[in-house]
């Protein structure tokens, strides 16, 4: 088992963050890309010699298409959801605590719920992808796609919040520019979840959030179930 080295991407127009994993024989996997980030993300996989063999989603996304399709085209690497995803197009489906390995390195599918219906987070060597279950000082919201608040906060808390606390952060998204956080400060400081608040507290929160619905809604969650392809 060589060293895991982890590169963020970043897509500006909808604050997600694409993470390319890969190990010094050059077995690499990308966890939620972005369409339009396509060309990008094969031109780097190129450029460092990697050989992409898995292409993860943390949930099907509601305001971004997924380059995952484009990217098996090229490469052959699997496309991976989490088994509640509703992906019947996806090469692999994993249910909760099961893993898929890279030379060695195993990487577990947590399911989290509650943002979606099928959201799972992937747990690599200390490391956990959540996608929008939980973010760097907030969460994903609750109020589309099956979203539930009480199954997002026992989601959080039972899942994630029961990880060592050096366990490193990395979210879908963030939109005040931190890259990652641990599960020590989400569990201290994050102003939804942390803090020791009650599920009421939360419920609360979440129910007073009127947000607006993603712009590309009605277009992205369609093509996601298709893995991005048309």
Not at 36 to 62: C, M, N, P, W
Not at 118 to 137: H, Y
Not at 218 to 230: F, M, T
């Amino acid at each position: 088992m060589g060293k895991l080295t982890i590169r963020p991407l970043f897509d500006a127009p909808t604050s997600t963050f694409t993470y390319l994993l890969y190990l010094e024989t050059g077995q690499a996997l990308l966890i939620d890309s972005v369409k339009e980030q396509f060309e990008r993300d094969l031109k780097l996989v190129s450029e460092l010699g990697l050989s992409l063999k898995y292409l993860i989603e943390t949930h099907v996304h509601a305001d971004h298409i997924t380059g995952a399709g484009l990217l098996s085209e090229k490469t052959g690497a699997k496309i991976v959801y989490g088994a509640k995803s509703g992906v019947q197009s996806a090469d692999l489906l994993i249910n909760d605590g099961e893993s898929i390995d890279l030379e060695g390195t195993s990487i577990i599918g947590l399911s989290t719920p509650g943002h979606t219906a099928g959201c799972t987070s992937w747990l690599i060597e200390g490391q956990v992808f959540t996608g929008d279950s939980l973010m760097i000082r907030g969460c994903g919201r609750t109020d589309f796609q099956q979203g539930s608040s009480e199954v997002l906060y026992q989601s959080v808390h039972q899942q994630l919040f029961s990880l060592s606390d050096q366990t490193r952060i990395y979210p879908g998204h963030n939109y005040q520019g931190h890259p990652w956080s641990t599960v020590g400060e989400e569990k201290m400081y994050n102003p939804r979840l942390g803090g020791q608040k009650s599920l009421e507290e939360f419920k609360r929160i979440m129910d007073n959030l009127k947000l607006a619905p993603p712009q590309r809604l009605a277009q992205s969650v369609p093509a996601n179930l298709k893995c991005g392809k048309d």
